[in-house]
Every structure is written in C-alpha cells, then in structure tokens.
C-alpha cells in the first residue's frame, strides 16, 4: 500500500520551455501532497506543500512563479517548472500523505535543462 | 549546527554483518523518528518510523529512539546486498505532524557480498 507514482523519471529539454511533472497517490487518498529538490549526495529540500483544491504554500526562497503547483484532486499534484534554465536542473521528488500518517515518495524525475 | 547531524559514510560491511545506522538531533520538540531509505536515483521508501521513545522492529529491521540523549539507530540484521543504499533518518515535531520532515544528510551504506 501507499504507493506514490512520479511521471515522467526523466526530461530533457531545451533552455526556455517549461516542464510538468505529475504526482499521484495510485491507492490512497493524499490529504497533503509535498514537492522536493534534491542535489548530488545531498538531502532533500522542501520546496512546497499543497493540499487539495488550496494554494501550495512555498519554502522560504522558493520562487512561486517560477515553481507552479496545482493541487487539483486528493490523487494528483503537478509540478510546473516555467521558463526552465540549466540552473533549475536537479532531481525533483514528490511525496503524498494521508492524515497523521508518514510521508511516501515517488521515485523522483530528473530533470536535465539543455 | 544542523538540527540532524548524520555520518555520511560510506559505511562498508560485509554480507551477514549486523549493520549499526545513527542521526543525533538538537530539537527537544521532535517527537516522530522515521528511517528511509534511498537507492541511487529512486525516491526515499520509508522503512519505519517510531514515535517518541522506544523500539520498534520490522523483520531485519530495528529502530531504537533515545530521547534522552537525542539519539536514534537503525540497526539491519543479516545485512544482503540488495541493502546497499542510502539511508536518510527523518523527525518531525508533534506540532507539525509528518508535515514538517527535518532530514539527515544520508549515510550510504555498502554492503559487499
């Protein structure tokens, strides 16, 4: 159970487009879905928390308009990277929980800006 | 000083061994005490998590949480190499829930055959 599904594991693309990744919790229901940024041999950093049919609420120095996160069902979350640039390469991870229950994460998409 | 302090290894042991996996921490307030863990380019897969004090165990797997001294293990029992991984202990204060997760870096584990 609690199974977290991240799409795509991998992107590449051109300097100036924008890339979504989606996140899904495939057998639960996920009151609160959370977005992560992890560097090489790095630990996670949060970047965002957001709930379901409410605006995401952002880690300090995260750029809002540059990070666009919709919340729009209990099962889906989407990450927007807009106007991506080679500095915005990272491997993103999302996790899902339900109501005072741990954290299950996706398997995470690299992201590789050209 | 970080509020989780965790040795980043790597930390190579041979098959069989009993593995000893530990984060100390700063912050009195935390009272959930998870272990992940993270194999290269795949997300953290949550192993166990305790609250408060105590022990817990899990097949190979045993967590221990000494609040007192603000210390936590992970022990691995029979280690296999399929082990080999990233382990990242995670905590989280009782305010927050499992909202707030304050992460070690990460101790990478070898486990050779």
């Known amino acids: 159970g609690a199974v977290v599904s991240q799409h795509p594991s991998w992107v590449i693309c051109k300097s100036g487009t924008s890339v979504k990744i989606e996140c899904r919790s495939l057998d639960f229901q996920a009151t609160t879905m959370f977005w992560y940024r992890q560097f090489p041999k790095q630990s996670l950093m949060l970047m965002a928390t957001s709930n379901e049919g409410s605006k995401a609420t952002y880690e300090q120095g995260v750029e809002k308009d540059k990070f666009l996160i919709n919340h729009a069902s209990l099962t889906l979350s989407t990450l927007t990277v807009t106007s991506a640039h080679p500095e915005d390469s990272s491997f993103y991870i999302c996790s899902a929980c339900q109501k005072d229950q741990p954290q299950h994460f996706g398997d995470g998409t690299r992201l590789s800006i050209l | 000083q970080k509020e989780v302090e965790q040795d980043p290894g790597p930390l190579s042991v041979p098959e069989g061994a009993i593995v000893s996996l530990n984060c100390t921490y700063s912050?009195?307030?935390?009272?959930?005490f998870m272990w992940y863990r993270q194999y290269s380019r795949k997300g953290p897969e949550l192993l166990m998590y305790t609250y408060s004090s105590g022990n817990k165990e899990d097949g190979r797997f045993t967590a221990q949480v000494d609040k007192s001294s603000k210390y936590i293990s992970l022990f691995i029992r029979d280690s296999q190499p399929s082990d080999s991984a990233t382990y990242l202990c995670a905590m989280s204060a009782m305010n927050t829930g499992f909202q707030k997760l304050v992460f070690g870096t990460g101790t990478r584990l070898l486990v050779s055959p």
């Open positions: 912050n009195s307030a935390f009272q959930y």
